[in-house]
């Protein structure tokens, strides 16, 4: 129904920068929210940032001043700039999506990416 592909982790040394971007393909209408989650090793999944389709922002503490989410409505993609990268940053980082799809009729469904690496060390 939504596929979200997720690009742009890689290993970086501290103080550094990576982009992530997701693109969401498939059956759908309209996409509501969409945001990264990441999951380090031994720890639960936690929301980073999200961006509603009118451009509303929310980031967790940790991120605050150091990450930016945006978002290209036409596309249907969602970026995360992270700058001043820290090694807890470290975690695979998860795209995920409120869309509606058509599936024979109008559903709204949340939907995940496979996850895209980032390794923050020196």
């Known amino acids: 129904q939504v596929q979200l592909v997720e690009s742009g982790g890689g290993l970086v040394q501290p103080g550094g920068s990576l982009r992530l971007s997701c693109a969401a393909s498939g059956s759908i209408l309209s996409i509501n929210a969409m945001g990264w989650y990441r999951q380090a090793p031994g720890k639960q999944r936690e929301l980073v940032a999200s961006i509603t389709s009118g451009g509303n922002t929310n980031y967790a503490d940790s991120v605050k001043g150091r990450f930016t989410i945006s978002r290209d409505n036409a596309k249907n993609t969602v970026y995360l700039q992270m700058n001043s990268l820290k090694p807890e940053d470290t975690a695979v980082y998860y795209c995920?999506?409120?869309?509606?799809?058509?599936?024979?009729?109008?559903?709204?469904?949340?939907?995940w990416g496979q996850g895209t690496q980032v390794t923050v060390s020196s």
């Open positions: 995920n999506t409120e869309a509606f799809v058509w599936v024979g009729q109008r559903r709204l469904g949340n939907y």
